[in-house]
């Protein structure tokens, strides 16, 4: 038994924020911004307009395009870093939305990876026979957790959600998923508070709920993770770099995508870019980036893609689909 995505679905929210309107906010330039990292602009969630919000307009979507009802589902994971509460996690609270009943919902939390690990966890359940019909979100608010204050982080992040829902079938679907992570790294790329830790105003007074990075160091180690995780794949698989008609990478920064694309001897012509669109989703963009490749019929059934993420932990990974 395997899985394959049987509808996909984005939503990004109406606010958008130019590098033009970040001028106005601190010392930068729309030409610097697109020059290091390839953003135009992000979307911002309104105010209330929460993570589940907009994970489920992008379920609505997903599950329209595969001809679903919420009564068919039986799994839901949900990926974010900034679910709209503690607990009930954002699973629960979009299965409630969505009017479904008693069967597991979760959340997960793997930073800009999210959407991979639950790609990959709902994977399992399908071919375990735990599942037939998986409801896969990612989606984020990081707006909420931005210094937009701070030009080295405001620049980079935006708002948004996608999803797909999985089917059980006799033929991959998801061929393979590759997870990885390295809390060793866990202080180059952090938001340092919790219900746990508390959320104490730090030595400036300021409460600390901001996206914390070190971005030169994020970035290389980012380029080296995505070029080994994309090899292990390949490897795995039996398979020559050739056989791969798209990429789908997490939409983080135009030239980690590139140093990727460059590794997979793959032209940008078959990668799918909408990072100049809404920046560094976390847990939304890899998803988001799948449904404007489907939706614009770049991507067509039966296409060889190659999904890649890398975030906060350090955790990274991969998934290699027959769509
Ligand atoms: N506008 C103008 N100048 C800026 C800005 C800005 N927004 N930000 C930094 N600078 C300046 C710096 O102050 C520095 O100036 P100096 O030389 O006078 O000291 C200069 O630009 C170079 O700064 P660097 O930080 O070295 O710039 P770099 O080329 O590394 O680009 C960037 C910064 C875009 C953040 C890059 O490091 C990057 O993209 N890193 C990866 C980050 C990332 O993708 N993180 C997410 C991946 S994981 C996840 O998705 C959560």
């Given at each position: ?137 990612g989606a984020e ?19 948004g959600a996608g ?118 989703t976390s847990a939304a963009s890899?998803p988001l ?35």
């Open positions: 038994m395997y899985s394959r995505i049987a509808g996909t679905g984005s939503y990004l929210p109406e606010k958008v924020l130019t590098n033009h309107d970040l001028e106005k906010m601190f010392d930068t330039s729309d030409e610097w911004i697109r020059e290091r990292t390839g953003i135009g602009q992000r979307h911002i969630a309104a105010e209330g307009q929460t993570t589940v919000d907009l994970g489920l307009e992008a379920a609505r979507r997903a599950m329209a395009a595969a001809g679903v009802a919420p009564e068919d589902l039986d799994l839901i994971v949900f990926g974010t870093t900034t679910p709209d509460q503690v607990f009930p996690n954002c699973g629960t609270l979009l299965q409630e939305r969505l009017g479904g009943h008693s069967f597991p919902a979760m959340g997960v939390e793997a930073a800009c990876s999210g959407f991979i690990y639950a790609l990959s966890i709902a994977d399992k359940f399908v071919r375990l026979g735990d599942a037939k019909c998986a409801l896969v979100v608010t990081l707006s909420r957790i931005v210094d937009w204050t701070d030009r080295g982080t405001a620049i980079l992040f935006g708002d999803a797909v829902v999985l089917k059980a079938t006799e033929e991959p679907g998801i061929i393979s998923t590759h997870l990885r992570s390295d809390g060793a790294y866990k202080d180059l790329l952090y938001c340092p508070v919790g219900p746990s830790k508390g959320f104490a105003p730090d030595a400036s007074g300021r409460t600390p709920m901001f996206i914390h990075m070190a971005g030169n160091e994020v970035f290389k180690i980012a380029v080296k993770s995505l070029g080994s995780i994309v090899d292990e794949t390949l490897a795995a698989n039996g398979l020559d770099k050739s056989a791969i008609d798209w990429l789908v990478p997490h939409q983080a920064n135009i030239r980690i995508i590139q140093a990727t694309a460059k590794k997979l001897d793959i032209p940008l012509e078959r990668v799918i870019l909408t990072v100049h669109e809404h920046g560094n890899v980036a799948l449904d404007a490749g489907v939706r614009s019929g770049q991507i067509k059934r039966g296409d060889l893609l190659l999904l890649e993420a890398f975030g906060g932990g350090f955790t990274w990974g991969s998934a290699l689909i027959r769509y």
